[in-house]
C-alpha cells in the first residue's frame, strides 16, 4: 500500500515519476484565467485566518459543507471563522474521490508544511499552526503565496468599464515586477440584453467611453474604446461566460430594434437574445482577431437554480450545474461565419458538460491554421477539474488532435492557494503519457517527450498567448 500523498501521488510508473520529476515539476506557472483581486495583490494581503484564505468564496467547498448537512451560517453566515473552520475539518474525510481532498490537502503541505490529514479531531492543530504561520511569517502575504508556486503571470477577470487602476499600479510597482498582473477582458454584462440591469449597465459603459449608446453602431464603437483602453494595459484575452455558443443571424436593424427595447427596460424574447448575442459576438470576435487577442469561451452552464439562495446571496454561491444544451452545429456555424472573412482569432473553447469533449475536438479540426494550436480545447473546467475530468479531456484532445499542442492548466479561482492544482494537473498529465509510454504507445523518445511536457505545462501557453515575461 502507498503512503497517502508520497512524493510519487498520481505517479504510478516509472516514467510518469521521471516525466514529472525531470520536466514538469519545475516549471514556472503561468495562470491566464482566475477571478482572484488584483488589489489585493498589489496592497499584499495579509490574511489573519486560514478560513479567510481557504473558505471567503470558495463555492466549491461550500457545496460540499452543504451536501454534509452543515448549516448555512457556518458557510456563508455569521459563524465566527473558528467554527466555519471546524465545519470544513468534519466535511474533508466524507471527501474520499473529491478533488477538493487532494487540493486542500496539498495546500497544507505546500504552504503550511502540515503532512497529516484534516479532520474533525485534527482542526485544531491545523488551525493553530496554519494562523500562526499567516500571522506570523512574512512570507505568507498574496504576494508571498503567488511567487512561493513560482507564478509569472496572472490574467484577472475584468469588465470593460473597470479602470484597471490596480493593474496599472502593480506594473508601476517596483517590488512586483517578478509578478506580471494582466487584465482580461469580460464583456457580459454589455451582451446580457435580456437581463433587467441592462439599461443600467449600458448607461455606465456610455459614460466611461463617452460614447452615447443607442443603437448597434454606437455601442460598437463603445467596445472598441475599451478595447483600446484595456490593450493598452498589455490585455490580449478575452472571456465570455455563454450558455451555449449560438448562431442566429440577423441584421443590424434587427439588433438595433432589440437594443431599444434593452435600453427601455422591455421584455426580450428569447429569439432576439440569441440574434443580439449572435451579433455581438461576432463583432467583438473580429475586433479580437484585428487586436490579436484570444477569445475564451466558457459554456454549458446553467446558473443560479436554487431560487431561494440566490435571493440571498446573489451569483456566484454554489447553485450552478451542468447544462446539457448545446448545439454542436450553431458552433461550428459562428467559427464558420468569422472564417469566410478570415477573422477566426485565437479560440479556446471549454465546455462544463464533458459529453462535449468529442464535439469539441472535431469543430478544432476544421478551423485550425496558423500559429500551432490556434484553436485549443480548454483544460478540463470547473466541475471537470478532477482526476477523471482532466484525463478524460486530454485522452478526447489526443485522440481527435494534437495534444503536444494543448496550453494546459489554469485555476479559475478566486484563491491564492489553489496553484497547487497546477501540480495536481501536471502529475495527472504525466501519469497519462507516461503510461501510454511503459504500455509501448509511445517511444521513449526524451527529447519529444520533454517538449511535450515542458509545453503542457508552460512553453505552449507562454507562445500561445504571446507573453512576456
Same mark, same amino acid.
Given at each position: 500500500m502507498k503512503q497517502f500523498m508520497d512524493k510519487d501521488f @498520481? @505517479?504510478?510508473?516509472?516514467?510518469?515519476?521521471? @516525466?514529472?520529476?525531470?520536466?514538469a515539476e519545475t516549471m514556472p506557472i503561468v495562470d491566464y484565467h482566475c477571478h482572484i483581486n488584483p488589489q489585493e495583490i498589489y496592497e499584499d494581503r495579509k490574511f489573519d485566518t486560514i478560513t479567510q484564505v481557504w473558505l471567503g468564496g470558495d463555492h466549491y467547498k461550500w457545496r460540499q459543507m452543504r451536501s454534509n448537512g452543515v448549516d448555512e451560517k457556518y458557510i456563508t453566515g455569521d459563524a465566527s471563522d473558528r467554527e466555519k473552520f471546524q465545519k470544513w475539518a468534519e466535511t474533508m474525510p466524507k471527501l474520499i474521490g473529491n478533488p477538493l481532498y487532494h487540493w486542500s490537502h496539498l495546500e497544507l503541505r505546500r504552504y503550511f508544511g502540515y503532512e497529516g490529514y484534516l479532520n474533525g479531531d485534527t482542526a485544531e492543530e491545523v488551525w493553530n499552526l496554519c494562523?500562526?504561520? @499567516?500571522?506570523?511569517? =512574512?512570507?505568507?502575504?498574496?504576494?508571498?503565496l503567488i511567487r512561493h508556486y513560482n507564478v509569472k503571470l496572472i490574467c484577472t477577470t475584468d469588465d470593460p468599464v473597470d479602470s484597471l487602476e490596480w493593474h496599472e499600479k502593480i506594473a508601476a510597482d517596483e517590488t512586483c515586477k517578478d509578478i506580471k498582473v494582466l487584465p482580461a477582458w469580460r464583456p457580459d454584462k454589455a451582451m446580457n440584453v435580456e437581463k433587467p440591469t441592462y439599461a443600467e449597465y449600458i448607461a455606465a459603459l456610455s459614460k466611461v467611453s463617452q460614447t452615447s449608446i443607442?443603437?448597434?453602431?454606437?455601442?460598437?464603437?463603445a467596445l472598441k474604446i475599451r478595447m483600446?483602453?484595456?490593450?493598452e494595459r498589455g490585455c490580449s484575452v478575452s472571456d465570455h461566460a455563454l450558455e451555449y455558443v449560438m448562431y442566429v443571424p440577423a441584421d443590424d436593424a434587427e439588433?438595433?430594434?432589440?437594443?431599444?427595447?434593452?435600453?427601455?427596460?422591455?421584455?426580450?424574447?428569447?429569439?432576439?437574445?440569441?440574434?443580439?448575442k449572435t451579433a455581438f459576438m461576432l463583432f467583438v470576435a473580429?475586433?479580437?482577431?484585428?487586436?490579436?487577442?484570444?477569445?475564451?469561451?466558457?459554456?454549458?452552464?446553467?446558473?443560479?437554480?436554487?431560487?431561494?439562495?440566490?435571493?440571498?446571496?446573489?451569483?456566484?454561491?454554489?447553485?450552478?450545474?451542468?447544462?446539457?444544451?448545446? =448545439?454542436?452545429?450553431?458552433?461550428a456555424d459562428f467559427l464558420n461565419a468569422l472564417s469566410a472573412t478570415n477573422e477566426v482569432p485565437k479560440t479556446i473553447i471549454y465546455s462544463l458538460n464533458p459529453n462535449d469533449n468529442a464535439s469539441i475536438g472535431t469543430i478544432l479540426g476544421c478551423f485550425q491554421s496558423a500559429p500551432a494550436g490556434r484553436i485549443q480545447q480548454g483544460s478540463a473546467w470547473w466541475f471537470n477539474d478532477h482526476k477523471t475530468g482532466m484525463t478524460d479531456q486530454m485522452i478526447s484532445l489526443a485522440n481527435l488532435g494534437c495534444l503536444g499542442n494543448f496550453i494546459g492548466m489554469l485555476t479559475d479561482s478566486r484563491s491564492f492557494l489553489s496553484y497547487t492544482r497546477h501540480e495536481y494537473f501536471r502529475r495527472i498529465m504525466c501519469d497519462l503519457i507516461g503510461g501510454w509510454v511503459e504500455n509501448g504507445e509511445y517511444p521513449a523518445d526524451m527529447k519529444s517527450l520533454e517538449e511535450i511536457v515542458k509545453g503542457i505545462s508552460y512553453n505552449n501557453a507562454i507562445?500561445?498567448?504571446?507573453?512576456?515575461?
Open positions: @498520481l @505517479l504510478s510508473t516509472d516514467m510518469a515519476k521521471t @516525466l514529472y520529476r525531470d520536466y494562523n500562526d504561520k @499567516l500571522q506570523n511569517d =512574512p512570507s505568507m502575504t498574496v504576494r508571498g443607442t443603437d448597434f453602431a454606437s455601442l460598437k464603437e483600446a483602453y484595456f490593450a439588433i438595433d430594434a432589440i437594443i431599444a427595447k434593452g435600453l427601455k427596460g422591455e421584455a426580450i424574447t428569447k429569439e432576439e437574445e440569441l440574434k443580439y473580429k475586433e479580437y482577431n484585428r487586436l490579436g487577442w484570444v477569445m475564451q469561451l466558457h459554456y454549458g452552464c446553467k446558473r443560479d437554480n436554487n431560487a431561494m439562495m440566490f435571493e440571498k446571496l446573489g451569483p456566484d454561491t454554489g447553485f450552478d450545474c451542468i447544462n446539457n444544451y448545446a =448545439p454542436s452545429a450553431q458552433m507562445r500561445y498567448f504571446g507573453f512576456e515575461i
